[in-house]
T-cell receptor, first 110, second 113 residues
Framework: LAKTTQPISMDSYEGQEVNITCSHN???????ITWYQQFPSQGPRFIIQ???TKVTNEVASLFIPADRKSSTLSLPRVSLSDTAVYYC???????????FGPGTRLSVLP | EAQVTQNPRYLITVTGKKLTVTCSQN?????MSWYRQDPGLGLRQIYY???????DKGDVPEGYKVSRKEKRNFPLILESPSPNQTSLYFC????????????FGPGTRLTVL
C-alpha cells in the first residue's frame, strides 16, 4: 500500500495561493491521487483527482511530476472558508487498496 | 438530491450493548464503505462493499460487522461495543471504487461508556 506524507499544518492569508504537497514514494502504476477537503464535524468532500501531469477544475489544480512520487494541491486565492483539513488519497480504486494521508490542517487568516 | 445519510448522528451507549448505525445512499452506487476518524489518526477504513452481498475487511475491522443486503443500505453493527470504539464514524459511497469520487455521510459521533 502506498503511504502518504503531508505537512501537519499550514497557515496562509486571504487572497494568497496555497500549495500543499503530498509524498507517496511507493505509489503503484495503477494508483490514482485524490484530494479531499474536510470541515469540522462534516464528512470529507472530493476536490480533485489525477494520474499524471496537471489537472485543473473550478476550485483547484493538481500537479503530479513525471515520477509520481509526490503531488501538489494548489488552491488559488484562498478565502477564510477554505480553512479545513485536506487529505491526500492514493489508491487504485479497488476496495481496500488505498490509503488516506494524515491530512493537512490549513488555516486561512484575514 | 444525491446524498448519503447516516443515523443516528449522535449516540451514547454503554459497554456491551449491541448497536447498529445505518447508512443509506440514493445514487445507486455499487461501492460503500465505513470509516472511523480519531484525533491524529485520520480516516481509517473499517469495512467496504463492492456490491450487494459482497463485503470485505478494511484496515480496522475488529469489533465491527457489516451487511449489504440491498444496494442502497450498508449498516455498521457493533455486537459488543467497547470504549475504544468511541469515535466519529463516516459512511461513504461511490460508483465503482475507492478512487471514484466518494460521497460521505454527515458522520455519527459514538461514545461508549
Amino acid at each position: 500500500l502506498a503511504k502518504t506524507t503531508q505537512p501537519i499544518s499550514m497557515d496562509s492569508y486571504e487572497g494568497q495561493e496555497v500549495n500543499i504537497t503530498c509524498s507517496h514514494n511507493n505509489i503503484a502504476t495503477n494508483d490514482y491521487i485524490t484530494w479531499y477537503q474536510q470541515f469540522p464535524s462534516q464528512g470529507p468532500r472530493f476536490i480533485i483527482q489525477g494520474y499524471k501531469t496537471k489537472v485543473t477544475n473550478e476550485v483547484a489544480s493538481l500537479f503530479i511530476p513525471a515520477d509520481r512520487k509526490s503531488s501538489t494541491l494548489s488552491l488559488p486565492r484562498v478565502s477564510l472558508s477554505d480553512t479545513a483539513v485536506y487529505y491526500c488519497l492514493v489508491g487504485d480504486g479497488y476496495g481496500q487498496n488505498f490509503v488516506f494521508g494524515p491530512g493537512t490542517r490549513l488555516s486561512v487568516l484575514p | 438530491e444525491a446524498q448519503v445519510t447516516q443515523n443516528p448522528r449522535y449516540l451514547i451507549t454503554v459497554t456491551g450493548k449491541k448497536l447498529t448505525v445505518t447508512c443509506s445512499q440514493n445514487m445507486n452506487h455499487e461501492y460503500m464503505s465505513w470509516y472511523r476518524q480519531d484525533p491524529g489518526l485520520g480516516l481509517r477504513q473499517i469495512y467496504y462493499s463492492m456490491n450487494v452481498e459482497v463485503t470485505d475487511k478494511g484496515d480496522v475491522p475488529e469489533g465491527y460487522k457489516v451487511s449489504r443486503k440491498e444496494k442502497r443500505n450498508f449498516p455498521l453493527i457493533l455486537e459488543s461495543p467497547s470504549p475504544n470504539q468511541t469515535s466519529l464514524y463516516f459512511c461513504a459511497s461511490s460508483s465503482t471504487g475507492s478512487t471514484d469520487t466518494q460521497y460521505f455521510g454527515p458522520g455519527t459521533r459514538l461514545t461508549v461508556l
